[in-house]
């Protein structure tokens, strides 16, 4: 049997394969994506806002807001005991509601219309390293087999992780949650805004709800297996019914639904991988981790790992030399990403405890700190009082005269250049976590380079905006007091 050859050959069509399928069939890369039969029982999500910036990078966003989908102008919340509250977002601003079917299958679409080839209602049987370094994809269909050959795998494959399971997936020491879905119709939905996503935390775990029309919403319920039994499917639906009955919310807004079918169980339990790339391997989205869905980031997670992942295949087939950094890259920011989530799904976790004395929320409220990574965290930023001092002696000089501090160095550090990864100076001291380029948007290796040249703020800052993106004057100050509060520049 001939194999089939390819650049890259692509396992699962979740968003997170048909992005990746997109991103490099446009790049002009021979691709392949495997993809088994669609899921019978589609889930719901939630997509912030931010994810429209994802969709340019897709080339996709028409295709999205032109697929009828709900757009959401919130979040309706009752957590930690607290009363009742309606989050807006931004004036102007919408997220989306999708049904996964949909979603997926618009997604896998555009991947085919930019090239890549699209096999589909097949399972995959084994992936194996050939002795010319390409790998060697078995699938099998309905009525027969193939293989695919490529020097790139990129496992797409979610939670069942076909290569991630084998060989890096990290064994969770996290509590488990299961996720109870059930579809709900009613004509007029008792809420303030029938756009929003609800969530609701009580004492045995938390519960959410998407619309995907206007009469018909997803309702779904978070428990811990390990403190709340979850029966076989006889008795899964009284089940439900009883977690819902415990609920105040989702309680209040059903009564008076209608059920659309049974409802169904699925693993939503976190974990993450010791490896995220290498060896001509790169996992991507759920393959390679999976959030707390108390993030809701689930989906940007995933088209951010393709993006990205797509990016560090591309710059590798173009350069060998440029792999190596590439994908540390990769594995840095994924990393980072899924402690970031976790993080924040444990201050949610820590809020709810206060209110809910129950093992489930005292299992989720302890995250490790997240160490910074390439761009300096602004928030934190605000309330050092080494960069508010250095702020105030800026402000009360007549004139400054800035040279490098002696602890400065440059180190060279991968960064996304287009689609390419390129290597690019980065800053490093003694107080600084790890190399920094950026803050607040404002180059700052760019910054310490023009400091010696202005002895007034203002002509540093004309400078600076000559030769750089234009940034705002508070942006640039507040990077400049960082860059003088934290000794990498100092007064002369």
Request: aromatic letters at 8%; glycine letters at 8%.
């Amino acid at each position: 049997m001939t194999a089939e050859i390819a650049d890259v050959a692509i396992v699962g069509a979740g968003p997170a394969g048909a992005a990746a399928a997109r991103l490099l069939s446009s790049w002009g890369k021979r691709v392949v994506l495997l993809t088994r039969s669609p899921n019978p029982r589609p889930l719901a999500e939630s997509l912030p806002p931010s994810c429209t910036k994802l969709f340019d990078q897709l080339g996709v966003r028409g295709l999205v807001d032109g697929a009828g989908f709900v757009r959401a102008t919130g979040n309706t919340v009752q957590w930690a005991g607290k009363p009742r509250t309606v989050e807006m977002f931004d004036p102007g601003v919408e997220g989306y509601q999708v049904s996964r079917d949909a979603f997926d299958a618009l997604l896998l679409a555009a991947g085919h219309a930019a090239g890549a080839r699209i096999v589909r209602d097949v399972n995959v049987t084994s992936v194996v390293r050939l002795e010319n370094s390409h790998w060697r994809v078995a699938y099998h269909g309905s009525s027969n087999g193939s293989f695919v050959d490529a020097p790139w795998v990129l496992d797409c494959s979610g939670r069942v992780g076909i290569v991630a399971r084998r060989e890096w997936r990290r064994p969770s020491t996290a509590a488990r949650t299961i996720a109870l879905v059930g579809v709900w119709e009613r004509a007029e939905w008792p809420i303030e805004d029938a756009t929003h996503t609800l969530v609701e935390s009580y004492d045995g775990g938390w519960g959410w709800s998407v619309p995907v029309a206007k009469d018909r919403r997803y309702v779904t319920v978070m428990l811990d297996p390990a403190i709340t039994e979850i029966p076989a499917r006889a008795g899964l639906t009284q089940a439900y019914r009883d977690e819902l009955s415990r609920t105040a919310m989702l309680k209040e807004i059903l009564a008076g639904a209608t059920p659309v079918g049974e409802p169904w169980g699925c693993d939503a339990s976190a974990y993450s991988a010791d490896r995220f790339a290498g060896d001509g391997v790169v996992l991507i989205g759920d393959a390679a981790s999976f959030v707390d869905p108390l993030s809701s980031f689930g989906i940007k997670k995933a088209l951010a790992s393709a993006w990205l992942g797509s990016v560090a295949v591309n710059t590798s087939l173009g350069d060998s030399t440029m792999a190596a950094p590439a994908l540390e890259l990769f594995a840095r920011r994924e990393r980072a990403m899924f402690d970031h989530l976790q993080r924040q799904s444990a201050a949610l976790a820590r809020d709810a405890a206060g209110a809910h004395v129950s093992a489930y929320w005292e299992n989720r409220s302890d995250v490790d700190e997240l160490l910074d990574d390439g761009e300096l965290d602004v928030s934190r930023l605000r309330e050092d009082e080494r960069v508010l001092g250095a702020f105030h002696e800026l402000r009360d000089r007549p004139s400054v005269s800035l040279r490098p501090g002696d602890s400065l160095a440059f180190v060279d550090r991968p960064v996304v250049r287009g689609n390419r990864v390129r290597l690019e100076r980065h800053l490093v001291n003694g107080s600084f976590v790890s190399p920094v380029r950026y803050c607040r948007g404002v180059d700052l290796v760019l910054m310490t380079e023009l400091s010696g040249t202005h002895s007034q703020v203002p002509d540093l800052f004309d400078a600076y905006n000559r030769v750089a993106p234009p940034a705002p004057l508070p942006d640039f100050l507040g990077a400049l007091s960082t860059l003088i509060g934290y000794g990498a520049l100092t007064f002369a």
